[in-house]
T-cell receptor, first 114, second 113 residues
């Protein structure tokens, strides 16, 4: 069974631009979560989607948004990029919403904002 | 709110020596506990988890962790490390009613020959 895939793996943007990252969960998984990893703040939860609905949201500004499609694939969008948005963005999928379900992480998309 | 503290940012150790990576958490409700490992330029891989039952949990590659409710700890141990264990290790907690994982700041394990 294929793991979680994220595209692209690397991305370079300039301040003010917007970016869209994509995540394909493991086949059969219906929940997708997004995390931001930076050296200064560590790993922080962005949001979670299940059945095309956002179910949980972390403490990030409205510039960060996401969506989930009927095939459970998810995208996250960051508008008006700032230098501080440079990070590794990790996507994780799980079978369902229950808190004991294991989350499987993808390799991440490394975003660099210049 | 819950939080996770990993006091050691780096742990250097010689090959075949034992190691303990410390993790303490705070939460007002029941929690599930996890250890993840991250190798360079890769995502996170689940190493082991505590959901309920036996407080000692083991992974397939020799790591173990013990849940201590009174000390709110979930320390990770391995009796004999290998060069290939060099990686960053993250402790994470999720309360039983929520979905988001709260991560510690990570501990970089550096195994030296």
């Amino acid at each position: 069974k294929a793991g979680v895939t994220q595209t692209p793996r690397y991305l370079i943007k300039t301040r003010g631009q917007q970016v869209t990252l994509s995540c394909s969960p493991i086949s059969g998984h219906r929940s997708v979560s997004w995390y931001q990893q930076t050296p200064g703040q560590g790993l922080q939860f962005l949001f979670e989607y299940f059945s095309e609905t956002q179910r949980n949201k972390g403490n990030f500004p409205g510039r960060f948004s996401g969506r989930q499609f009927s095939n459970s694939r998810s995208e996250m969008n960051v508008s008006t990029l700032e230098l501080g948005d440079s990070a590794l963005y990790l996507c994780a999928s799980s079978l369902a919403l229950a808190s004991y379900n294991e989350q499987f992480f993808g390799p991440g998309t490394r975003l660099t904002v210049l | 709110a819950q939080s996770v503290t990993q006091l050691d940012s780096q742990v250097p150790v010689f090959e075949e020596a034992p190691v303990e990576l410390r993790c303490n958490y705070s939460s007002s409700v029941s929690v599930y506990l996890f250890w993840y490992v991250q190798y360079p330029n890769q995502g996170l891989q689940l190493l082991l988890k505590y959901l309920s039952g036996s407080t000692l949990v083991e992974s397939i590659n020799g790591f173990e962790a013990e849940f201590n409710k009174s000390q709110t700890s979930f320390h990770l141990r391995k009796p004999s490390v290998h060069i290939s264990d060099t990686a960053e290790y993250f402790c994470a907690v999720r309360d039983t009613g929520r979905r988001a994982l709260t991560f510690g700041s990570g501990t970089r394990l550096q195994v030296q020959p």
